[in-house]
């Protein structure tokens, strides 16, 4: 699913993606592991929701 993702930014969007990745070399070392941190908690936020309504 990850790389289905992925392969879609990159191939309809990827001048998006590099302004994206230029932002981030700009950022704090310590915001860029926060918004990770935000990320994987909201994953498994909605991997426990999908597990709970049985999808």
């Given at each position: 699913?990850?790389?289905?993702?992925?392969?879609?930014?990159?191939?309809?969007?990827?001048?998006?993606?590099?302004?994206?990745l230029?932002?981030?070399?700009?950022?704090?070392?310590?915001?860029?592991?926060?918004?990770?941190?935000?990320?994987?908690?909201?994953?498994?936020?909605?991997?426990?929701?999908?597990?709970?309504?049985?999808?």
């Open positions: 699913m990850v790389m289905i993702f992925e392969g879609l930014v990159y191939a309809l969007a990827p001048s998006l993606l590099e302004r994206m230029e932002i981030l070399r700009q950022m704090p070392e310590m915001a860029v592991r926060q918004i990770g941190a935000l990320v994987v908690v909201g994953g498994l936020i909605c991997v426990w929701v999908a597990f709970q309504i049985g999808l």
